[in-house]
């Protein structure tokens, strides 16, 4: 799966449909990607803007799904990390430094910097970093720390700045010993393992020895080839079964700790009486050093020195000698020897390290596997348990942070030029991110009842928590709030609803408009609401404070002007329809968003809306209601279906794609019916010939169109050859609302059906019908007429450029100079496809259609209806349109997921909800490709099972008390897991017996009653459980009683279910191997559950500036403008570092595409050094093993290759390969580009029987999922034979050639390069197997005396073998001079030309020879 951002087309600032006025014309794309280039953004007129606004809305969307689904979600550290690193932006000057101490050195300085960043800077170098308590002076004048340095008089090139060392106090003390903590654990990855201050695994560094770039420490280049050991591992091999665990997190010989000192920790004698503190001592430390010496120091005013106190007896005195310093590390470095050599290996190493294994990440990233780590001492850790350290009050001034202050400041900051705005989003970032880490601490005290409630008398469930300016609410439904809504069911699903309504106001990002600061965490089967507080709301009560919605779901409602306008400027994006409702006595209230939205004015006099959780309109498919019909695509797959609560809503993906579908439809049916009047004025032979005379001049009219189509590319590939209503259908649409509706369904389904190339026949009928049947003559009949509609679709296309002026000069005037005729058309097109306005395109819902307990007036009764044959048109666009689209993507192999968090995000990608997977997966199982999509299917039976599981491990786990909590896991996974029958669970030992009785009264912590009833759970039961569950929930049948029924009859790998139960539910466990399959012993221990961590969502703020040039810089490189589009990714990359700091997943995306380009224009060393990062940052932002991480591994791998780094480059993939094995098995159609690498590069290094092993099983994968027809078969026939060549093995070469060459002949026919260069060798290969023969002969004529003539055996050319690299993972090498990069765009805009005039099968295969697939990510 590829990442988000590189999927989305080019266009999506202005991909919400809007009115033809207001954003889809040619001209105005121009405008807006001009305007981004201009540095200071003047050139954004009003509109523009808040197009981007909308643009860069839609998607954020994904990537933040994307975050939320990984894990890699969570808990950003303290400020202090995450200014480790400085990267110091364009060159300023240089000064020299002089630290106590160390000669004199250079530094790079920006005049942009503070000084504070040298600080941190000299804090971070080897040779100074153990000093913290210092000011920089120049010419004797201290310099201020939060100063730029541009406003120093006297700093310039050359200047001398002096380190001088500044006295003690409390805090600095602290802060020094903190310091010298942590660069005693620098190398230490405890802190990844156990997920806090935002430190996260990364094992790149252990397949490259060291770092990519330094080719110092490689072995000369020649020489290389002899010492490369090339057998992988057993359980790497094609065909393995084995797939263990230990390998995940291989070890990294740098992790040996190099023992400093045995302890470091805070003395029993702090803190310092009176009269000590009068003398300066600040506070006493107790030391053990590696000589085992227990020392105690004193920290004071002047710096550190030895005290004659011990353990019993307290005598500050200085020892003698005392050896004051500075430094801590000074003075240890005098009594230990063995300190002083370790901490300098140490800092060594530490400064090694590439920057990006150790920078914080903004969000935590938790590993579901770790080893056994010892547990240290340290004082730290442990002072930082103890003191409530709400938000590193250190750093902070005035204690606890007011997080909803920072959160609406941040918002409320400028934003009229570039600068401004990445001012802001930095600011916001920022916030947002420590925020989720507050929130994620404050929600795992609450639920481990380390949190006083603020209405202790209520049960558990009722309690609610304010910590550190935050506040907690449990996931229950509390004073049956819920009650008409589903209950529990509804108040677990109503936080994750709430927040996708904070993201999406969020990103609409309207000025004057507030939401709280909102994060959602799941932890030990609790779900907890973390929110920011309004000022003032705790002192009132509800009823008072809300002036706007309904606090009773729709009985009393009020609403406000102040809000009505604010809403206004939301409603066009978020497409939410104003609309009137009744109150209780009967009168209409304006509204502008759903009832249970709430206005409040807060203290601070800012207009907040909180309880979004309809913010967007309800799903109909889940939610039965009385007297209404659903359209019949929808009823003939059993819907609408009884769900556990009734706040299912569409995801904002699907209303985009609705509204993009209906655009193209209204823009069709206005050109139809302009034609039609046409015709009607002409005689009808004359309009024939004029239709054929605008046929050429049409197509370039469609291109723009089909455009900005939305970041969804089902509607935007259908564009130009969806089947358009025939005429008679036109005329009779605006009348018969419903059965238009009818037909638009069909009519998109059967465009799903005609683009799809690779199915036979027969999978089209399936998908026009949207029945999963294909019989029907039905069926059948509107297959065979689809091309020809198609024919007549394409010559209708003219009138799509006037229908389009019209639209738009009617948007643009009061329409008083267009004749009436016109404006009919337009009225008419308008009704057919439901938009709200009668003289342009707006469709727009109203959120509160079929909520309980809503009513509206009957002046709109007619509107109501409209908008609740919307809502249905809508459920059945998701069936009939949206779920085929997935399965058509992945049966072309642009959607491919690998594990259950991309299958998601595929799905969300698409608008569709997880709740519709088992709908997904029947559909697959009836489509006759069905093999073609056996991955596909594995994959989403293995997430429906790990849900329907985790689903009940969430119940599962609320009756466990702390104590018994890695017993009752560890039995959990192992009925989930063991083939154990009967699984026993270990009740913790019952020392507490006697103390038992009394203790009833006292449990406050929820969940904390004497509850053993998890122990009771069998495998069998379990089983039941989510065999039923995945009946009630999905809707699917699952055929197995077992967990090896289920590894048997679906093909699912059970370290596969670990990995996925183990990350959604937050799980972690030991890292060795598990016997799964033992039917004696069970398969884990409670010694083997290390952890649970939380799960969390949060709101992901966006870089839009940033996001904006990667766009414009990915379109650029799609048009073949390499250098350009280079130049503006190294724009993005760099404004992205600017918000979001130096790790983030989109930067992620930035440096893969950057080294993919590095890679083409011929920069191999850049390439790698970009790649390099790519992997490190994926390894640590989305975690070892996500499959992002596989991908960039493999491009790592190509690379190194390029660069003759030949046992690295194996190395790489072979670790690819295992990750992939782990995470879904060696039946998925990259397995076979992996081993395709691997087999080329084995073929290198003239390793033939291996290579012919890895070569042969992508051969097999790529026929399964390809198709025997297809071009990749093709390629890896003749790859195959190549190998056989090399070991003269003539006949199963030419077998194989032969092959190739029939296919090639087949598909592209005979002249073709590809048939001719296979017909060559095939001469070749014969003539070489006849000189064999003939020599053979010879000997078998001769004996040993035989004159045997030399044949040429060939060790294959590095240089072929990288080409063959280079054609498998999609890359076109050219030339670059301009005029062949004219020639080439001139070529491309032909082939997309031709390529919208016949969707033929041979674009689609030819992967390897395509220029359009140029550098793009593939």
């Given at each position: 799966?590829?990442?988000?951002?590189?999927?989305?087309?080019?266009?999506?600032?202005?991909?919400?449909?809007?009115?033809?006025?207001?954003?889809?014309?040619?001209?105005?794309?121009?405008?807006?990607?001009?305007?981004?280039?201009?540095?200071?953004?003047?050139?954004?007129?009003?509109?523009?803007?808040?197009?981007?606004?909308?643009?860069?809305?839609?998607?954020?969307?994904?990537?933040?799904?994307?975050?939320?689904?990984?894990?890699?979600?969570?808990?950003?550290?303290?400020?202090?990390?995450?200014?480790?690193?400085?990267?110091?932006?364009?060159?300023?000057?240089?000064?020299?430094?002089?630290?106590?101490?160390?000669?004199?050195?250079?530094?790079?300085?920006?005049?942009?910097?503070?000084?504070?960043?040298?600080?941190?800077?000299?804090?971070?170098?080897?040779?100074?970093?153990?000093?913290?308590?210092?000011?920089?002076?120049?010419?004797?004048?201290?310099?201020?720390?939060?100063?730029?340095?541009?406003?120093?008089?006297?700093?310039?090139?050359?200047?001398?700045?002096?380190?001088?060392?500044?006295?003690?106090?409390?805090?600095?003390?602290?802060?020094?010993?903190?310091?010298?903590?942590?660069?005693?654990?620098?190398?230490?990855?405890?802190?990844?393992?156990?997920?806090?201050?935002?430190?996260?695994?990364?094992?790149?560094?252990?397949?490259?020895?060291?770092?990519?770039?330094?080719?110092?420490?490689?072995?000369?280049?020649?020489?290389?080839?002899?010492?490369?050991?090339?057998?992988?591992?057993?359980?790497?091999?094609?065909?393995?079964?084995?797939?263990?665990?230990?390998?995940?997190?291989?070890?990294?010989?740098?992790?040996?700790?190099?023992?400093?000192?045995?302890?470091?920790?805070?003395?029993?004698?702090?803190?310092?009486?009176?009269?000590?503190?009068?003398?300066?001592?600040?506070?006493?430390?107790?030391?053990?050093?590696?000589?085992?010496?227990?020392?105690?120091?004193?920290?004071?005013?002047?710096?550190?020195?030895?005290?004659?106190?011990?353990?019993?007896?307290?005598?500050?005195?200085?020892?003698?000698?005392?050896?004051?310093?500075?430094?801590?590390?000074?003075?240890?470095?005098?009594?230990?020897?063995?300190?002083?050599?370790?901490?300098?290996?140490?800092?060594?190493?530490?400064?090694?390290?590439?920057?990006?294994?150790?920078?914080?990440?903004?969000?935590?990233?938790?590993?579901?596997?770790?080893?056994?780590?010892?547990?240290?001492?340290?004082?730290?850790?442990?002072?930082?348990?103890?003191?409530?350290?709400?938000?590193?009050?250190?750093?902070?001034?005035?204690?606890?942070?007011?997080?909803?202050?920072?959160?609406?400041?941040?918002?409320?900051?400028?934003?009229?030029?570039?600068?401004?705005?990445?001012?802001?989003?930095?600011?916001?970032?920022?916030?947002?991110?420590?925020?989720?880490?507050?929130?994620?601490?404050?929600?795992m005290a609450v639920i481990d009842g380390n949190v006083m409630a603020i209405n202790p008398g209520e049960e558990t469930r009722m309690q609610m928590f304010i910590w550190n300016n935050i506040f907690f609410s449990l996931g229950f439904d509390v004073r049956d709030h819920y009650r008409e809504l589903g209950g529990d069911a509804a108040a677990h699903a109503a936080p994750t609803n709430d927040l996708n309504g904070v993201r999406a106001y969020g990103a609409v990002d309207v000025e004057g408009l507030y939401t709280l600061g909102t994060v959602v965490v799941d932890y030990r089967g609790y779900r907890v609401t973390a929110q920011s507080i309004i000022p003032g709301i705790l002192e009132r009560e509800q009823e008072q404070s809300v002036i706007y919605g309904s606090i009773d779901f729709g009985k009393t409602v009020v609403s406000h002007p102040k809000y009505l306008e604010l809403l206004e400027k939301t409603s066009r994006p978020l497409k939410?329809?104003?609309?009137?409702?009744?109150?209780?006595?009967?009168?209409?209230?304006?509204?502008?968003?759903?009832?249970?939205?709430?206005?409040?004015?807060?203290?601070?006099?800012?207009?907040?809306?909180?309880?979004?959780?309809?913010?967007?309109?309800?799903?109909?498919?889940?939610?039965?209601?009385?007297?209404?019909?659903?359209?019949?695509?929808?009823?003939?797959?059993?819907?609408?279906?009884?769900?556990?609560?009734?706040?299912?809503?569409?995801?904002?993906?699907?209303?985009?794609?609705?509204?993009?579908?209906?655009?193209?439809?209204?823009?069709?049916?206005?050109?139809?019916?302009?034609?039609?009047?046409?015709?009607?004025?002409?005689?009808?032979?004359?309009?024939?010939?004029?239709?054929?005379?605008?046929?050429?001049?049409?197509?370039?009219?469609?291109?723009?169109?089909?455009?900005?189509?939305?970041?969804?590319?089902?509607?935007?590939?259908?564009?130009?050859?969806?089947?358009?209503?025939?005429?008679?259908?036109?005329?009779?649409?605006?009348?018969?609302?419903?059965?238009?509706?009818?037909?638009?369904?069909?009519?998109?389904?059967?465009?799903?059906?005609?683009?799809?190339?690779?199915?036979?026949?027969?999978?089209?009928?399936?998908?026009?019908?949207?029945?999963?049947?294909?019989?029907?003559?039905?069926?059948?009949?509107?297959?065979?007429?689809?091309?020809?509609?198609?024919?007549?679709?394409?010559?209708?296309?003219?009138?799509?450029?006037?229908?389009?002026?019209?639209?738009?000069?009617?948007?643009?005037?009061?329409?008083?100079?267009?004749?009436?005729?016109?404006?009919?058309?337009?009225?008419?097109?308008?009704?057919?496809?439901?938009?709200?306005?009668?003289?342009?395109?707006?469709?727009?819902?109203?959120?509160?259609?079929?909520?309980?307990?809503?009513?509206?007036?009957?002046?709109?009764?007619?509107?109501?209806?409209?908008?609740?044959?919307?809502?249905?048109?809508?459920?059945?666009?998701?069936?009939?349109?949206?779920?085929?689209?997935?399965?058509?993507?992945?049966?072309?192999?642009?959607?491919?997921?690998?594990?259950?968090?991309?299958?998601?995000?595929?799905?969300?990608?698409?608008?569709?909800?997880?709740?519709?997977?088992?709908?997904?997966?029947?559909?697959?199982?009836?489509?006759?490709?069905?093999?073609?999509?056996?991955?596909?299917?594995?994959?989403?039976?293995?997430?429906?099972?790990?849900?329907?599981?985790?689903?009940?491990?969430?119940?599962?786990?609320?009756?466990?008390?702390?104590?018994?909590?890695?017993?009752?896991?560890?039995?959990?996974?192992?009925?989930?897991?063991?083939?154990?029958?009967?699984?026993?669970?270990?009740?913790?030992?019952?020392?507490?017996?006697?103390?038992?009785?009394?203790?009833?009264?006292?449990?406050?912590?929820?969940?904390?009653?004497?509850?053993?009833?998890?122990?009771?759970?069998?495998?069998?039961?379990?089983?039941?459980?989510?065999?039923?569950?995945?009946?009630?929930?999905?809707?699917?049948?699952?055929?197995?009683?077992?967990?090896?029924?289920?590894?048997?009859?679906?093909?699912?790998?059970?370290?596969?279910?670990?990995?996925?139960?183990?990350?959604?539910?937050?799980?972690?466990?030991?890292?060795?191997?598990?016997?799964?399959?033992?039917?004696?012993?069970?398969?884990?221990?409670?010694?083997?559950?290390?952890?649970?961590?939380?799960?969390?969502?949060?709101?992901?703020?966006?870089?839009?500036?940033?996001?904006?040039?990667?766009?414009?810089?990915?379109?650029?490189?799609?048009?073949?403008?390499?250098?350009?589009?280079?130049?503006?990714?190294?724009?993005?990359?760099?404004?992205?570092?600017?918000?979001?700091?130096?790790?983030?997943?989109?930067?992620?995306?930035?440096?893969?595409?950057?080294?993919?380009?590095?890679?083409?224009?011929?920069?191999?060393?850049?390439?790698?050094?970009?790649?390099?990062?790519?992997?490190?940052?994926?390894?640590?932002?989305?975690?070892?093993?996500?499959?992002?991480?596989?991908?960039?591994?493999?491009?790592?791998?190509?690379?190194?290759?390029?660069?003759?780094?030949?046992?690295?480059?194996?190395?790489?993939?072979?670790?690819?390969?295992?990750?992939?094995?782990?995470?879904?098995?060696?039946?998925?159609?990259?397995?076979?580009?992996?081993?395709?690498?691997?087999?080329?590069?084995?073929?290198?290094?003239?390793?033939?029987?291996?290579?012919?092993?890895?070569?042969?099983?992508?051969?097999?994968?790529?026929?399964?999922?390809?198709?025997?027809?297809?071009?990749?078969?093709?390629?890896?026939?003749?790859?195959?034979?190549?190998?056989?060549?090399?070991?003269?093995?003539?006949?199963?070469?030419?077998?194989?050639?032969?092959?190739?060459?029939?296919?090639?002949?087949?598909?592209?026919?005979?002249?073709?390069?590809?048939?001719?260069?296979?017909?060559?060798?095939?001469?070749?290969?014969?003539?070489?197997?006849?000189?064999?023969?003939?020599?053979?002969?010879?000997?078998?004529?001769?004996?040993?005396?035989?004159?045997?003539?030399?044949?040429?055996?060939?060790?294959?050319?590095?240089?072929?073998?990288?080409?063959?690299?280079?054609?498998?993972n999609g890359i076109i090498f050219i030339p670059l001079s301009q005029k062949d990069l004219e020639n080439l765009k001139a070529e491309v805009q032909r082939r997309q030309m031709l390529q919208e005039a016949s969707k033929s099968e041979e674009p689609s295969e030819e992967t390897p020879m395509e220029p359009e697939d140029l550098p793009v990510d593939d």
């Amino acid at each position: 799966m590829v990442s988000k951002t590189d999927d989305i087309p080019a266009s999506v600032p202005n991909c919400n449909s809007v009115d033809p006025a207001e954003g889809d014309t040619p001209d105005s794309k121009e405008t807006t990607k001009t305007s981004f280039k201009d540095p200071c953004g003047c050139a954004h007129s009003a509109d523009t803007a808040m197009m981007n606004g909308n643009g860069d809305h839609d998607h954020s969307e994904e990537t933040d799904s994307k975050q939320e689904g990984s894990g890699a979600d969570a808990d950003p550290g303290e400020d202090a990390n995450e200014q480790e690193v400085i990267v110091i932006q364009d060159t300023g000057f240089t000064v020299k430094i002089q630290a106590p101490g160390t000669e004199p050195f250079d530094l790079q300085v920006s005049p942009q910097e503070m000084v504070q960043e040298i600080h941190q800077v000299l804090m971070d170098r080897e040779d100074t970093c153990h000093r913290t308590c210092f000011s920089l002076q120049l010419d004797g004048n201290v310099l201020d720390n939060f100063a730029e340095l541009k406003s120093i008089e006297g700093l310039q090139e050359g200047s001398f700045l002096k380190v001088v060392e500044e006295p003690y106090t409390v805090r600095e003390a602290r802060i020094h010993v903190r310091h010298i903590r942590d660069l005693l654990k620098s190398m230490d990855p405890s802190d990844a393992y156990n997920g806090v201050d935002c430190n996260s695994l990364s094992f790149l560094s252990v397949f490259t020895d060291g770092d990519l770039g330094d080719s110092g420490k490689r072995k000369k280049k020649g020489s290389e080839l002899e010492q490369i050991d090339c057998t992988p591992p057993e359980h790497i091999l094609p065909g393995s079964k084995e797939r263990p665990l230990v390998p995940l997190q291989p070890q990294n010989k740098d992790w040996k700790p190099l023992q400093c000192l045995k302890v470091l920790t805070m003395s029993g004698w702090n803190p310092p009486p009176g009269n000590r503190k009068m003398h300066g001592d600040l506070m006493y430390l107790y030391i053990v050093t590696a000589e085992e010496r227990h020392v105690s120091i004193t920290a004071s005013t002047r710096g550190f020195y030895l005290n004659q106190s011990t353990t019993y007896s307290f005598n500050p005195k200085p020892a003698n000698p005392s050896f004051l310093s500075h430094s801590l590390v000074e003075l240890l470095s005098q009594i230990s020897p063995a300190f002083k050599k370790n901490f300098t290996a140490l800092q060594k190493k530490r400064v090694q390290r590439h920057p990006f294994e150790r920078i914080a990440t903004p969000f935590q990233v938790y590993s579901w596997t770790a080893p056994q780590i010892d547990h240290a001492m340290d004082c730290v850790r442990a002072e930082d348990a103890y003191t409530s350290r709400l938000g590193y009050e250190e750093h902070i001034p005035g204690q606890t942070r007011d997080w909803n202050e920072e959160l609406q400041t941040t918002r409320e900051l400028p934003r009229k030029n570039l600068p401004e705005r990445l001012l802001r989003e930095r600011a916001i970032f920022k916030v947002h991110s420590d925020f989720a880490a507050a929130a994620t601490r404050g929600a795992m005290a609450v639920i481990d009842g380390n949190v006083m409630a603020i209405n202790p008398g209520e049960e558990t469930r009722m309690q609610m928590f304010i910590w550190n300016n935050i506040f907690f609410s449990l996931g229950f439904d509390v004073r049956d709030h819920y009650r008409e809504l589903g209950g529990d069911a509804a108040a677990h699903a109503a936080p994750t609803n709430d927040l996708n309504g904070v993201r999406a106001y969020g990103a609409v990002d309207v000025e004057g408009l507030y939401t709280l600061g909102t994060v959602v965490v799941d932890y030990r089967g609790y779900r907890v609401t973390a929110q920011s507080i309004i000022p003032g709301i705790l002192e009132r009560e509800q009823e008072q404070s809300v002036i706007y919605g309904s606090i009773d779901f729709g009985k009393t409602v009020v609403s406000h002007p102040k809000y009505l306008e604010l809403l206004e400027k939301t409603s066009r994006p978020l497409k939410v329809q104003r609309h009137p409702v009744l109150n209780e006595k009967e009168a209409p209230v304006e509204l502008c968003s759903s009832v249970e939205c709430k206005g409040i004015i807060g203290n601070d006099g800012r207009h907040y809306i909180l309880d979004l959780l309809r913010t967007f309109p309800p799903d109909l498919n889940f939610l039965p209601v009385d007297g209404e019909e659903l359209p019949p695509e929808c009823q003939r797959l059993a819907y609408p279906r009884q769900h556990r609560h009734r706040l299912a809503c569409l995801r904002q993906e699907l209303i985009e794609a609705f509204v993009e579908h209906r655009y193209l439809l209204f823009m069709k049916m206005a050109a139809l019916q302009l034609m039609q009047q046409k015709a009607n004025k002409e005689n009808k032979a004359a309009a024939l010939t004029d239709g054929s005379n605008a046929e050429p001049e049409a197509s370039p009219a469609d291109g723009p169109q089909s455009a900005p189509a939305s970041e969804d590319p089902a509607p935007a590939s259908d564009a130009p050859t969806e089947p358009a209503t025939t005429p008679s259908e036109a005329s009779q649409t605006p009348e018969s609302q419903p059965a238009e509706a009818e037909t638009t369904a069909t009519v998109t389904t059967t465009t799903a059906a005609a683009a799809e190339a690779t199915v036979p026949a027969e999978a089209l009928a399936v998908t026009t019908n949207g029945t999963p049947e294909p019989e029907g003559p039905d069926g059948q009949g509107r297959e065979c007429e689809s091309p020809l509609e198609g024919k007549e679709a394409e010559e209708s296309i003219p009138g799509l450029a006037q229908a389009k002026e019209l639209a738009e000069s009617l948007a643009a005037e009061d329409g008083s100079s267009i004749d009436p005729k016109s404006r009919e058309v337009v009225l008419n097109a308008c009704k057919a496809v439901g938009s709200i306005s009668d003289t342009s395109f707006d469709i727009r819902f109203n959120p509160d259609i079929f909520s309980p307990g809503v009513r509206f007036p009957e002046s709109s009764a007619d509107a109501i209806q409209k908008q609740k044959q919307l809502l249905k048109d809508a459920a059945a666009f998701l069936v009939s349109c949206q779920i085929p689209s997935l399965v058509k993507d992945c049966l072309d192999h642009s959607a491919l997921p690998m594990d259950g968090t991309t299958l998601t995000e595929a799905l969300h990608q698409r608008g569709i909800n997880v709740r519709y997977l088992g709908t997904v997966l029947d559909f697959v199982d009836k489509t006759p490709a069905k093999t073609q999509l056996e991955y596909f299917y594995r994959i989403g039976v293995s997430e429906l099972v790990t849900r329907c599981a985790k689903h009940i491990f969430k119940t599962y786990l609320q009756g466990v008390e702390l104590s018994a909590l890695s017993a009752a896991v560890s039995h959990f996974l192992n009925c989930f897991l063991s083939s154990f029958p009967d699984a026993v669970a270990h009740l913790p030992a019952d020392e507490l017996v006697s103390r038992r009785k009394n203790r009833k009264r006292r449990n406050r912590v929820p969940g904390g009653g004497d509850n053993t009833a998890w122990a009771s759970l069998t495998p069998v039961e379990l089983w039941k459980n989510i065999v039923s569950e995945a009946q009630t929930y999905y809707h699917f049948t699952l055929h197995c009683e077992s967990v090896d029924q289920a590894v048997e009859k679906y093909g699912l790998q059970k370290s596969t279910l670990l990995r996925e139960i183990s990350v959604k539910t937050g799980i972690q466990i030991l890292i060795k191997e598990y016997n799964f399959d033992s039917r004696h012993k069970p398969a884990f221990t409670e010694e083997d559950i290390l952890n649970i961590f939380p799960v969390v969502k949060h709101v992901n703020p966006k870089a839009s500036d940033a996001f904006h040039f990667f766009q414009s810089g990915q379109a650029k490189v799609q048009q073949g403008f390499l250098k350009e589009g280079c130049e503006l990714i190294n724009e993005a990359l760099n404004l992205f570092n600017n918000v979001y700091g130096a790790m983030h997943v989109e930067i992620c995306a930035c440096l893969r595409l950057l080294a993919r380009l590095n890679y083409i224009m011929g920069d191999h060393p850049e390439a790698l050094n970009n790649q390099q990062k790519a992997v490190l940052m994926s390894e640590r932002v989305l975690g070892i093993e996500h499959p992002n991480t596989i991908q960039e591994y493999m491009h790592l791998a190509l690379y190194c290759f390029a660069n003759g780094q030949l046992s690295t480059a194996l190395k790489l993939l072979y670790r690819a390969r295992y990750l992939m094995l782990v995470v879904c098995g060696e039946d998925h159609p990259e397995m076979a580009l992996l081993d395709s690498n691997i087999g080329l590069v084995l073929h290198g290094v003239m390793e033939y029987d291996l290579s012919l092993r890895f070569l042969e099983n992508a051969l097999a994968i790529n026929s399964k999922y390809h198709g025997l027809r297809s071009l990749k078969v093709a390629l890896s026939h003749h790859l195959v034979a190549r190998v056989y060549e090399s070991k003269a093995e003539f006949r199963s070469a030419l077998q194989h050639e032969k092959e190739g060459y029939t296919i090639y002949k087949n598909q592209v026919g005979e002249a073709h390069e590809k048939t001719k260069e296979s017909s060559e060798y095939l001469k070749y290969l014969t003539q070489q197997a006849v000189a064999l023969q003939r020599t053979m002969n010879e000997i078998y004529k001769n004996g040993s005396n035989a004159s045997i003539m030399p044949l040429k055996f060939t060790a294959p050319s590095m240089a072929s073998v990288l080409e063959q690299l280079n054609i498998i993972n999609g890359i076109i090498f050219i030339p670059l001079s301009q005029k062949d990069l004219e020639n080439l765009k001139a070529e491309v805009q032909r082939r997309q030309m031709l390529q919208e005039a016949s969707k033929s099968e041979e674009p689609s295969e030819e992967t390897p020879m395509e220029p359009e697939d140029l550098p793009v990510d593939d």
